[in-house]
């Protein structure tokens, strides 16, 4: 049965293999390659600005599917994934100022350094769980916001540093064009590496720390390590992004990675989906887009109806509103995400004229 | 050794702990009776002293009518707040209703930013003397108004869940929903009461605060201090969390005056409570008053 392209309604699938594959059917694969190659193209389809855009959904991105691992697979509540996003961002313009190492290897670097200090702030983690865990990274967040103001020999204090352009073999990576594929690639290789994390045994195990961490301990996972690992694999993905985003700024200040961007990493992966690869990346895209869709929206209600022409001055607030709205009004009609919704459409139309 | 400037920033410190620990009462009142983690306890604050500074300026009300006007609308609004967003998630997991709650707290600070503007606004002159001479210190008469207020509440927390019908629903409640239903009790209403004094009460602490300083978005940050205060104290007692917001105010200025007076660094007065807040969690999670969770399988 799993050889048929439209798996029919259930699951039918017999073996481990087919149970565990990268793309359950083969079209799911095709559609992944064909939007791949659409991405590879896109330069050449939209302009600039669209690909600034798209670079944005990217490294968030990066950083919200390491959000997924903590929270959606572990189920370990951060808040402060912003502030390792942000330690990413310093160490690869640190690394690469005082090392000389260029920058292509300082940014995957930089992960290694943010893993190092998500697995210390993750050693609450190995005690406490839930609310009182969210409280403890909500204190890291600060605690790490205060030492990127303080330290000045890491991250130029309240000046900032200056992070140098990426160069590949002598070309540098200055205009958004050519950085977009080096956020592309790194994006590929992050979901990936996700996806390829949820179908191995560690990835198993830490969802089992999730569901149910007692029967998860019973049969012979480490509480302790997995808690702890998760904090190190969600770090390093969001040093990761964070590099990336800081030598795309070209400038890193501390006031860049408060609490609020804590926030939109959650809120992307609870809109797009929590625990789910495609759900992450959709989140990013939501939250990026957004502001540009409330904008574009207050825009033409004003054309339309000059009455509201009040509204153009509150249009930075409207934006922030529109994303503490979207965060209570798809957790109250849609918990599951977009990931979820794209998958009842699918079965939705998979199913078309009987849909029982 | 400043013996008096730290004995004046240790009365500053048990004065703004008081109203911590009024603001922390709030946050376990809610978290006891509904489970509910308010991440937007800082923006009720806000909310309350806006909407009586509004009064007192736009509306040129006298300060204790407008006081009375914001107290009416605070019981509304956090009535309202648990019937429409909070009831739908009865149930869900803590993820999402800390989420909401923070969502909340988003959407309601810029809606405020976007109202009430940007600015700082200071209270008008509500007071006759500025300061009052106590035992040889100097003490600002707004400081000994939100003393006043602070203990006041206090005991009003303590008659209303000791001896009103009401406050021994919301106990049997947060003891156990199930029991409690069972019994006769309406949870729904003691959820949405819950959410009313809890308003209430932050916008009276909201208030006071603004007299004490001036009104700002800034002041939804106490929201956020809180956390502190009740960890500290144990998240599910009402009087940890005037010990811990006690301690966390005398702790805040202790921070300042060491400081000031040796470090240098700037801004200790900020970090400090949160360095706390994680070696509470290290050493003894459930704090001092709290209950500890005891898991059967």
Not at chain 1, 346 to 352: A, D, E, F, H
């Amino acid at each position: 049965m799993s050889s048929t392209s439209l798996r029919p309604c259930g699951d039918f699938r017999t073996t481990y293999k087919a149970d565990q594959s990268l793309f359950p059917t083969k079209w799911i694969f095709r559609w992944s390659v064909i939007g791949l190659l659409v991405l590879l193209c896109s330069p050449l389809l939209v302009d600039e600005y669209i690909i600034s855009l798209l670079i944005l959904v990217g490294i968030y991105g990066i950083a919200a599917l390491g959000l997924n691992v903590l929270v959606g697979m572990t189920g370990q509540i951060s808040l402060g994934h912003s502030a390792f996003f942000g330690f990413g961002a310093f160490s690869s313009a640190w690394l690469n100022t005082t090392t000389e190492i260029p920058v292509l290897i300082t940014i995957p670097l930089a992960g290694l350094m943010t893993t190092a200090v998500g697995l210390i702030f993750g050693i609450p983690a190995a005690r406490i769980k839930g609310l009182y865990l969210a409280i403890a990274t909500l204190a890291s967040q600060f605690i790490l916001e205060d030492f990127f103001a303080r330290a000045n020999w890491f991250t130029g204090g309240s000046s900032g540093s200056v992070a140098e352009t990426a160069m590949f073999f002598g070309i540098p990576l200055d205009t958004d064009i050519r950085f977009f594929y080096l956020v592309l690639f790194w994006t590929v290789v992050s979901c990936i590496a996700v996806a390829n994390l949820k179908r191995s045994r560690d990835g198993r195990a830490l969802v089992a720390v999730r569901d149910h961490y007692l029967s998860a301990e019973i049969m012979g996972i480490n509480l302790t390590k997995y808690r702890i690992l998760a904090f190190g694999i969600s770090s390093f993905f969001a040093g990761l992004g964070g590099a990336l985003f800081g030598h795309y700024l070209g400038y890193v200040s501390a006031e860049g990675f408060t609490i609020i961007l804590s926030i939109q990493f959650l809120a992307m992966i609870i809109i797009g989906g929590l625990g789910s690869v495609p759900g992450a990346i959709m989140g990013a895209v939501f939250i990026v887009l957004l502001p540009e869709v409330m904008e574009a929206l207050v825009s033409l209600v004003i054309s339309s109806a000059p009455i509201f022409s009040g509204l153009e001055s509150g249009k930075a607030y409207i934006k922030e509103m529109s994303i503490g709205a979207a965060i209570i009004l798809f957790l109250i009609f849609e918990p599951d995400g977009l990931a979820h919704r794209c998958g009842q459409i699918r079965k939705s139309i998979k199913l078309y004229p009987f849909s029982y | 050794m400043n013996w008096s400037l730290l004995s004046q920033l240790l009365i500053n410190g048990v004065v703004v702990g008081m109203l911590y620990g009024v603001v922390a009462m709030c946050f376990v009142l809610i978290y006891k009776s509904t489970q509910v983690v308010n991440f937007a306890q800082g923006e009720f604050l806000v909310l309350g002293a806006w909407v009586c500074l509004w009064l007192v300026v736009d509306m040129e009300l006298h300060f204790a009518a407008a006081f009375l006007f914001t107290l009416v609308f605070m019981t509304i609004f956090g009535i309202i707040l648990q019937m429409v967003v909070l009831r739908p998630l009865i149930g869900e997991p803590i993820i999402s209703v800390i989420m909401v709650t923070i969502g909340l707290s988003i959407f309601f600070q810029s809606l405020m930013n976007w109202i009430f503007g940007n600015s700082a606004v200071a209270f008008p002159q509500v007071f006759e003397t500025q300061s009052v001479e106590l035992f040889g210190l100097n003490i600002e008469t707004a400081y000994l108004f939100s003393l006043v207020i602070s203990v006041f509440i206090m005991l009003g927390f303590f008659y209303f869940f000791k001896y009103s019908r009401y406050g021994l629903a919301m106990r049997a409640t947060a003891f156990d929903q199930q029991v409690a239903q069972s019994l006769g009790i309406s949870v729904k209403s003691v959820f949405a009461m819950a959410w009313a004094i809890s308003a209430v009460v932050s916008g009276i602490a909201g208030i006071v605060i603004g007299l004490v300083n001036s009104v700002s978005s800034a002041l939804a940050f106490i929201g956020i201090k809180v956390f502190p205060a009740v960890i500290l104290g144990g998240l599910d007692s009402i009087i940890g969390a005037v010990v811990g917001g006690v301690i966390i105010g005398m702790l805040e200025n202790g921070a300042e005056f060491v400081d000031g007076q040796y470090l240098h660094w700037g801004n200790l007065y900020t970090i400090a409570p949160f360095y706390i807040l994680i070696i509470v969690l290290m050493i003894k999670p459930y704090g001092l008053f709290g209950t500890k969770d005891i898991e059967r399988i």
